[in-house]
């Protein structure tokens, strides 16, 4: 039987093709290659409000009886109590399911793991610069897919960098501390 994992993101269509390679690199890191992983399409939340409704996770947590680990993945967006909501929705999860939710918070947004993979950064982004903006997205991850000609795809990008990005997982892991090495050290 193979370990199953559903990633739970605030946005699977804007999300999925950084969250899948990346969270499958992470896996193989932590000793979990074979495992089986999905994103969850159905339901499809709106959002952060969705996301980080307790009730709305624990719904679909019992939606999917034959998966061993949930992954709520959510942007942080500059907000420092974000950690706490989460911690609270897993133990929701836990206390109201029985089944195991971990849920991150990707400071400040999860296009930020994919630059973090990327070696060819233009030389004037300083990495604590690229970490600490709260719209990563727009400031550099967008212009970042248009130098690689991919952001006119219908992800704007994302899956072409995320999977580049994830085979180099190593860097990710170094460079995102706070939040993917906290999550793998987790699984």
């Known amino acids: 039987m193979s370990y199953r994992v559903l990633i739970i993101p605030e946005d699977f269509v804007k999300d999925e093709g950084i969250l899948t390679p990346v969270i499958a690199a992470m896996l193989e890191a932590a000793g979990k290659p074979r495992a089986k992983i999905e994103v969850c399409h159905n339901p499809r939340l709106g959002g952060t409000g969705q996301a980080l409704n307790k009730h ?82 727009e400031t550099y991850f967008l212009p970042m897919a248009q130098q690689e000609g991919v952001d006119l795809e219908p992800d704007e990008g994302r899956g072409a960098l995320g999977k580049r990005a994830a085979a180099n997982y190593t860097r990710i892991h170094q460079l995102c501390p706070e939040d993917i090495q906290a999550l793998q050290a987790r699984i």
């Open 56 to 137: 709305r996770i624990a719904e679909i947590v019992d939606m999917y009886p034959m998966v061993q680990l949930f992954l709520l993945c959510v942007d942080r967006d500059g907000l420092p109590g974000r950690r706490k909501r989460l911690d609270n929705i897993e133990r929701h999860v836990q206390e109201a399911c029985g089944k195991r939710l971990l849920a991150e918070n990707a400071w400040q947004e999860v296009e930020v793991w994919a630059l973090a993979g990327l070696t060819n950064l233009p030389t004037a982004w300083s990495w604590q610069d690229v970490r600490a903006e709260v719209s990563v997205k």
